[in-house]
């Protein structure tokens, strides 16, 4: 495969995109409403909550952030340390027992029956700790005790308290928002790719393009990258906007930003190129058999129903979104994506689209 | 060298050519001439590797058209002019140019040099990057004929090239392929304008749904009509009609005035003989002029005569 080929006509294809303003407008403006506005309009009322202490609030000023962890095991053991950064590179084999840590940022560090005052824990393991002014991140704490904690990524279970139903909600709205950043790569390109192959046909350039030394890879892969360039620009743009806006919003209440935290960086580097490029390859594949530009565009709206069925079993709870799952599901459509290419590919038929389309 | 050896295209019950058998010597310009659905853009897409015959098969430069191996490295040696420009028309003439180039690994700087050339020659170079969208019909297809130029192709394929030409623009591209054939580019060429086929075509080939008759277009015209030889004299003699009968190889078609329609076989050998026999016969030749026949008399003659083959 020459990708000399397939680049020129990438080159070809964007070029003609950034003139059909109308479209590009689009392109730009989807992602933006609802990567961007709507997630800022749902979320600004839920960061001025005021927490109700309730029968079971019983830890003051607790929040809780994002998914909990898979578990995992730090062997550090035997170690004291007080007014210090502790890191993964200082502490090793060291485990802190019965002691105040005051302004302290202890990562990936064992705690078991300590004092943590003022501190900020990442990538931790605690136990029976009672935590006054303290930041968890991406750790896991049983029996714990304490005031004002904030809980990012973090799987703790307090020996007398559970979260208020509020701060509940906030984990599942930003599953839902990241969900968002799935499902606009896997629409946006039904309107680019639709129109990739019948839009050629019916321009009457495909003719003299077919006659060039261009192979059927060569132009498939064109496509498909003319699609996918534009509709993975305007969601990493969105994506962007989207998580600088939203830790506006949080790091006021919280005093750290929290995304893009792993969830969202797995899914918007791996599941949302291939999701994308499903969505494209579905809609080629339509493009190179239907005979309008509009018929193509109405059947590749069923495209997008795989990354429907994940969102709802996201935001039914069926699915749980976690690296592990989002790796799955990467590795689902990066297959579906192989699969459709060479789909692709066996059925373009040169011929057919000369001769029998009008 | 193009070879087509029994070429034969079907869709479905439809037979568009039926075993399509021609040779078209390297450095000639070959016209396709026949009625509109009588298979030419066929061909012509067949010849260019994007549809597969039926049956038989073509030889471009020794590799087979049916073949997909050799059909890549065919598409690298030809140049094609479809019956549409199909220009990208959002884009510029000078984009449009430089995007067909590079599938031909034309280096940058002979393309732009190139690009530039074809440009000034076709009068557009001031607006090249004008979007060809605004472009006129006879702009388009000037711009369409320099992409299929752009990479200097050994094999040209020209469906209908002035079609929407004003006559300024269709003498600069009849001039472009007579240009372009002494350079030795091979050039067929489908058209409905016989004036335009009989200039620049060594060779022409009829066809309707099958080859009905190829050849040069001079020669064919002579083939397929008797020549005729039209005496103006000052008076006809009344024992005329009896008395040329003397002169051997000519006969009198008919009189009209003071004209006479004979028929000759080598109008460079009779011609002469006729007046000096008119002036034994004291007859003054007033003017003598050859009848000609074009090749529309040849396309319109053996058109009417019924040929098998269905319908493109």
Redesign the interface.
Known sequence: MAWHNTWTLIRKDLAEFRHQRLVLGSIIAMPLVLGVILPLFMFYPLTTLTTTPTDTWDITGLQQYGTPPDPFTLPYTNHTQTNTHLTNQTITNTTLIHMTLSNCVIISCDLLDSNLTNCTVTTSSLSHTDCIDTIITESRGTSLSGRHIIATNANLSFTTTKPSQEQIILPTFINLVLIIFIIIPATLPTIIASYSIVGEKNNRSLEPLLATPITDGELLTGKIFSSLIPSMGATLLAFSLGCTMLDLLIIPKIGLPLLPNLNWLLSILLLAPTACLMSILGCVIISSKVSDVRAAQQVGGFIVMPVVVLMLGVLSGLILLSPYTILAFTALYLAIDLVLFYFAKAIFNREEILTKWK | MITCSGLSKH?GNIHAIDDFTIDIPTGQVFGLLGPNGAGKTTTM?ML?????PTNGTAKIDGLDITKPADA??I??K?G???E????????GAY?NLD??A????VPKPRREQAIKQTLDDLDLWNRRDE?VGGFSKGMKQKI?IA??LIHNPQYLFLDEPTASLDPQASKLVRDYILDLKTKGTTILVNTHNLTEAERICDQVALIKNTLITVGNPKTLEHTIFTRTTAVTVDHIPPDLSQTITALSGITLQKTQNTTLYLTVTNPTIDNPRIITWLKNQNVNVIYLTEEEHTLEDVYLKLLSTPHPGGSA
């Open positions: 869709f897409r260019c590797c994007l549809i597969r890549h490295i598409r690298g030809i094609f002019l479809p549409v420009p199909g220009l990208y028309e959002t884009l984009q995007f067909y590079q599938f031909y690994n979007p369409a992409r299929a």
